[in-house]
């Protein structure tokens, strides 16, 4: 039972490139979330998820798309790199009900 | 719109004190679910403890404990007879109705020998 898993852990990026980071969960959750973690605020919401096929903006969602196909995959993607995209991600899941979230180990970005 | 606050940004403990981290948090619902999570050096996210904010009785987990005042809308976490391996960023967070999780900006807790 592998949890939260992401990839990749690091990637440095130019500014202008894409890239798509994946999340994967093994544990049948129905909730998915990425968030992006920065100096001295916390945690922000991007995206989330309620269930396969489905998505919704979160805090921050400007920059970033997302696609659930799987229940069991979350998909963070940018479509062109900006230094303001510099951040830890991290991927967390969750079951039905108010459950506590389930996090990846984060990967971290830097765009250049 | 619903959020959460924690005012020290930083705290040190002596190993083997008692250390309180503060929490408070603004909502108009009545049911929801609070946590405190810890983020070691590691970065991986580890759920402490957590607390229904239907329950009167105050969540505890081994050496961490909270205290819940709902009306007052607080919610600090005590670690007894700190360790080494507390040190460590600590993150309040709130869910009600709604799908999302709202964090506070935590709280950054070294243990000194």
């Known amino acids: 039972n592998a949890g939260v898993t992401q990839t990749p852990k690091f990637r440095v990026l130019k500014t202008g490139q894409s890239m798509t980071l994946l999340c994967a969960q093994d544990m049948n959750h129905e909730y998915m979330y990425w968030y992006r973690q920065d100096p001295g605020m916390g945690l922000r919401l991007i995206h989330y998820?309620?269930?396969?096929?489905?998505?919704a903006k979160g805090e921050v969602p400007d920059g970033y798309n997302v696609s659930r196909l799987k229940k069991q995959n979350f998909l963070l993607g940018l479509e062109s790199a900006a230094p303001s995209q510099t951040s830890v991600y991290f991927c967390?899941?969750?079951?039905?009900?108010?459950?506590?979230?389930?996090f990846g180990p984060g990967t971290r970005l830097t765009v250049t | 719109a619903q959020t959460v606050t924690q005012s020290q940004p930083e705290m040190s403990v002596q190993e083997a004190e008692t250390v309180t981290l503060s929490c408070t948090y603004d909502t108009s619902e009545n049911n929801y679910y609070l946590f405190w999570y810890k983020q070691p050096p590691s970065r991986q996210m580890i759920l402490v403890i957590r607390?229904?904010?239907?329950?009167?009785q105050n969540a505890t987990e081994n050496r961490f404990s909270v205290n819940f005042q709902k009306a007052a809308k607080s919610f600090s976490l005590k670690i007894s007879d700190s360790q080494l391996g507390d040190t460590a960023m600590y993150f309040c967070a709130f869910i009600s109705g709604t799908y999302k999780y709202i964090f506070g900006t935590g709280t950054r807790l070294k243990v000194l020998a």
């Open positions: 967390a899941s969750r079951p039905g009900g108010a459950g506590e979230q389930y």
């Open positions: 607390q229904e904010a239907y329950k009167q």
């Open positions: 998820s309620v269930g396969e096929g489905t998505t």
